[in-house]
């Protein structure tokens, strides 16, 4: 009798094993994960809030909106990739803060402070060429892209360096896993810091000359700083220089294209600033997620504990799941904040229940192209004998900031938002 008791009672909880086995074999990875993610979500609370409220400075300088996709996912790309190497680092045990240029986490953070104005002097290059191959008309001068550009990216760039490396030491102190919060919170301070660093950077453009000359003295110190940096002794920040300028000039690209998509449809979000809101939260969410694939994906294989083949295998399919059950509340959420942020500012809002089921719907088409990239990308960096710490995070991410905004777009049409 004793023993059918226990199997009657052992019954319910079956469904919650299965459960923690969809989620991974780590609950504490979960809920890592899901904690990173809702903190993500919220602070795009404030990303989405500022979008929506520099509406005038984006219709005062035309060309401006194709940059910022790219310019506040850049800051993720470099840092989400300084995160993911750092990861590896602390799972290999060579990871050690230190005043000293030529330890690892030295010569990362030089990388990163290199990669970060090298971008942005190439992300307004391409910015002002996309937008006016494509035909926008009447855009700002590059000079005062650059401007923007760079000095948007110093101001953003120091935060995001100091909140990475807090990360990384609070990891190892505490015993997180950095593979499953660095690609969330490192995306979503890049959201929250980067948009007021460049509405903030628009302000210089007002003067003229002056501007102008700011603009082509940050050029000329970019350059030097790039050729001192490949010229260095320190092999690995040569090495991820090396490695890492293709890739982020790819991802600008892409980035920049999806900021066309969006300066195309400006109306389309103007006419419900609720959308501009949910924006931010909707591309960084589908990033994150992505990135956390990724980035499990890159340390397991440092370790040498997964294989990736032409299909996932099953320890490559567990974390497939993993970040695609995550997907589901995490953009329900999304939507509950940027409804919740849009009447917080005053501006109109489609309502709880439209947005949820544009986010929903945007953000499973987001995430799966997001899966299919992270996994795929991930398999060609190996192949190809590169570090895949380096090229997951901004393969993922400039790939969901064109799709994931078509996405969205998509999304809002199909259901009749606008």
Do not use: C
Request: aromatic share 4%.
């Amino acid at each position: 009798m004793s023993g059918r008791l226990g199997l009657v009672l052992r019954r319910p909880l079956r469904p919650l094993v299965r459960l923690r086995g969809l989620l991974g074999p780590d609950a504490a990875g979960a809920r890592q994960s899901l904690t990173a993610l809702a903190l993500s979500t919220l602070t795009s609370l404030a990303a989405g809030a500022a979008l929506g409220a520099i509406t005038g400075t984006l219709e005062r300088l035309p060309g401006l909106l194709v940059m910022v996709p790219a310019s506040i996912g850049m800051r993720g790309n470099i840092f989400g990739a300084l995160g993911s190497r750092l990861s590896t680092a602390i799972h290999t045990g060579t990871f050690g803060l230190s005043r000293r240029v030529d330890t690892v986490v030295g010569q990362n953070v030089l990388a990163s402070a290199v990669l970060t104005v090298v971008t942005a002097v190439a992300l307004a290059v391409l910015a002002k060429t996309v937008a006016v191959a494509l035909g926008l008309p009447e855009t700002v001068s590059v000079l005062d892209l650059v401007v923007i550009s760079v000095l948007g990216a110093l101001l953003s760039s120091g935060v995001v360096l100091v909140f990475s490396l807090t990360l990384a030491s609070g990891a190892v102190r505490y015993g997180w896993d950095l593979d499953n919060v660095n690609a969330p919170l490192v995306a979503s301070i890049g959201d929250v810091v980067g948009l007021p660093s460049l509405w903030v950077a628009s302000l210089v453009v007002g003067f003229g000359v002056v501007a102008d000359i700011i603009s082509l003295g940050l050029v000329v110190l970019t350059v030097v700083a790039l050729v001192v940096s490949l010229r260095s002794p320190l092999a690995l920040l040569v090495r991820i220089l090396r490695e890492s300028i293709p890739i982020l000039f790819l991802a600008g690209l892409v980035s920049t294209l999806a900021g066309v998509a969006i300066e195309k449809r400006l109306t389309t979000f103007t006419a419900l600033p609720a959308l501009l809101v949910l924006l931010p939260g909707h591309l960084s969410t589908a990033g994150a997620l992505g990135g956390v694939l990724a980035n499990r994906l890159s340390s397991k294989i440092h370790l040498g504990v997964v294989q990736l083949t032409s299909l996932p295998g099953r320890e490559a399919r567990t974390d497939i799941i993993f970040v695609v059950v995550l997907a589901v509340p995490v953009f329900a959420l999304n939507a509950a904040v940027a409804d919740v942020a849009a009447r917080l500012i005053g501006v109109a809002s489609p309502g709880l229940w439209t947005l949820v089921a544009a986010s929903l719907t945007g953000g499973l088409m987001a995430v799966a192209f997001s899966v299919l990239i992270a996994y795929y990308g991930t398999v060609a960096a190996v192949r190809l004998g590169l570090d895949p710490d380096t090229y997951g995070v901004p393969m993922v991410s400039s790939s969901i900031d064109l799709f994931g905004a078509f996405s969205l777009i998509f999304a809002i049409v199909a259901l009749g938002i606008v």
